[in-house]
């Protein structure tokens, strides 16, 4: 079992887990406590009450859609990540946060992908993390551009130069999260690195309203209406139709290699690592429009 | 000072954990450090953008994800504000409604 805060390896079962979770809580560590609260409950229970919850938010035999329901609830739910508010319309400010932020998220992960690749044997993962690291990083030759350099191209159709994205060290909630996905996949297991990452591709796919959400990752109208330019529609409309194959292909290999290698807990434990890492850095996008916008940067 | 979370921490009404701070001479109960350091800078801002020496009470609603609005009561007068912070406590909008 793996600790979904601290990320800790714990011998035993849902009892020891829980143990620990319920024993960082009565030391009032703030992470844990984040975690209980967001995931478990905000009212405080008895011990033998919490392993029996702790068990209950884990225990699935359909990992697949425990992925896709447990980041529906965090990022797509009534309440959606305030960075999905404001791309329904993105303003200029908010596109070119995207693309100074994102910038070092891609470079960590074709980093991340390789450590996938470097951590198995089994070449059906080789296959798909190449093919990955070729759409998001490099590209194919006369064929198609890699993500990034879509990514590149939308900051400059608002002003801002290679060099300067380049040269702009990321925000502190971007660095953190960038390492902790540096961390997870140089040491844990290669499905646990994927569930770290390709998890993280759902916030694209264009399915997740089939799946309940109550957005999507933008308004499909932004690519037709004239709002945002020719670049951003570029950018997006790749996303928008790439990932889905990605980020489900992706969950079917994590569930797969999961449950055969008995990792179904810990997969699920860096996914909640993730998302919180995740959801701190969409801020950081958020965050970095703010500041170019008020010259601050 | 009083806020609408009577039965837990002070920001978020949870329960769990144990931590105190001084909040204008109020010994009030937190769920853990980061929920004291919010409340307390969203004090300092909100005495910051009114110019009171104290707040009586504070209603916050809302949660960490679409962050909170609030409005906090000196005497008769009050101020109405909305916030969000990242999960380590640090503000990332605090702006008057
Ligand atoms: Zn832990
Ligand atoms: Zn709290």
């Known amino acids: 079992m793996r600790c979904p805060t601290c990320l800790i390896h714990i011998d035993g079962g849902y009892h020891e887990i829980s143990e620990h979770i319920f024993s960082m809580q009565e030391k009032t560590d703030a992470d844990h406590i984040t975690w209980i609260n967001r995931y478990v409950s905000r009212n405080r229970t008895t011990e033998d009450e919490f392993e029996k919850l702790v068990k209950q938010v884990f225990e699935t035999d359909d990992l697949k859609t425990w992925i896709i329901r447990k980041f529906i609830g965090k990022f797509f739910s009534k309440n959606p990540h305030y960075f999905l508010l404001k791309m329904q319309r993105p303003d200029r400010w908010t596109l070119l946060g995207y693309a100074y932020e994102h910038h070092h998220f891609l470079k960590q992960w074709v980093k991340s992908c390789s450590m996938i690749i470097a951590n198995t044997d089994f070449e059906e993962i080789h296959h798909y993390e190449i093919d990955n690291i070729i759409s998001e990083w490099h590209g194919e030759e006369g064929r198609f551009p890699a993500h990034h350099e879509l990514l590149l191209k939308m900051g400059k159709s608002y002003g801002a130069t290679l060099e300067d994205i380049y040269n702009t060290e990321p925000l502190e909630p971007t660095i953190h999260a960038v390492k902790t996905w540096d961390y997870i996949c140089r040491n844990f297991s290669f499905v646990e690195g994927m569930a770290a990452m390709h998890s993280l591709e759902l916030i694209a796919n264009r399915k997740m309203k089939d799946y309940g959400a109550s957005v999507g990752y933008f308004d499909p109208v932004i690519l037709k209406d004239g709002s945002v330019t020719k670049e951003t529609v570029d950018f997006l409309r790749e996303g928008y139709e790439a990932d889905v194959s990605h980020s489900e292909a992706a969950l079917d290999l994590i569930e797969k290699y999961a449950a055969r290698l008995n990792l179904v807990q810990e997969v699920q434990a860096v996914f909640f690592r993730s998302i919180e890492e995740f959801d701190n850095y969409l801020n950081a996008r958020i965050e970095r429009g703010v500041m170019i916008e008020n010259e601050q940067h | ?97």
């Open chain 2, 1 to 97: 000072m009083k806020t609408n979370n009577t039965e837990g921490c002070g920001l978020c009404n949870a329960t769990w954990g144990e931590y105190w701070r001084e909040i204008d001479g109020d010994n009030m109960y937190f769920c853990c450090n980061i929920c004291a350091d919010i409340f307390e800078t969203m004090v300092d801002k909100v005495k910051e953008s009114t110019g009171w020496k104290k707040i009586d009470y504070v209603e916050l609603n809302g949660n960490y994800s679409s962050g909170r609005e609030c409005e906090a009561r000196n005497g008769e007068d009050s101020f109405k504000y909305y916030f969000r912070t990242y999960s380590n406590g640090k503000f990332i909008t605090f702006e008057k409604r």
